[in-house]
């Protein structure tokens, strides 16, 4: 994500939409390595299929993730505002439901992803740490 938090919000739509689909991308990637290997496949092609399919929905979710919430801070003008972030992870979630042709995973990715993006942008405009020494 090196870059991301330097773009001012609302602004490089298409820059941030990069960022967090090449993310998304990594993630996919290394979960469908670990899947390949503890649910192993009877041919190449099914572990091909698998990670290309993981990686390309990991992608997705996160250049939707990026767009979106761009967007919302252009749209709202109100960049600073956690809300563009859960709006962001709900149509990442909303994505998630629509891929798996269920309403219940995507209300409930919807939620649950846009309530952790949310706390990750106030954890990030109040200076949270998860690692460590604690500020004093």
Same mark, same amino acid.
């Given at each position: 994500m090196s870059g991301y938090w330097d773009i001012p919000e609302g602004? &490089?739509?298409a820059k941030k939409?990069?960022?967090?689909g090449r993310l998304g991308a990594a993630v996919g990637l290394l979960g469908s390595v670990y899947h390949i290997v503890l649910f192993q496949p009877e041919t190449a092609?099914?572990? +091909?299929q698998r990670a290309?399919?993981?990686?390309?929905?990991?992608?997705? =979710?996160?250049?939707? +993730?990026?767009?979106?919430?761009?967007?919302?801070? &252009?749209?709202?003008?109100?960049?600073e505002d956690p809300l563009n972030y859960f709006i962001g992870g709900c149509?990442?979630?909303?994505? =998630?439901?629509a891929r798996a042709q269920s309403f219940g995973i995507g209300t409930s990715a919807c939620i649950g992803l846009g309530t952790l993006a949310a706390l990750v942008k106030i954890g990030k405009k109040e200076g949270w740490r998860l690692v460590g020494p604690p500020k004093l």
């Open positions: 602004t &490089e739509c939409a990069w960022l967090t092609l099914q572990a +091909f290309t399919t993981s990686t390309v929905t990991m992608a997705t =979710l996160g250049a939707i +993730f990026g767009v979106t919430t761009c967007l919302s801070a &252009e749209i709202r003008d109100a960049p149509a990442s979630g909303a994505l =998630l439901g």
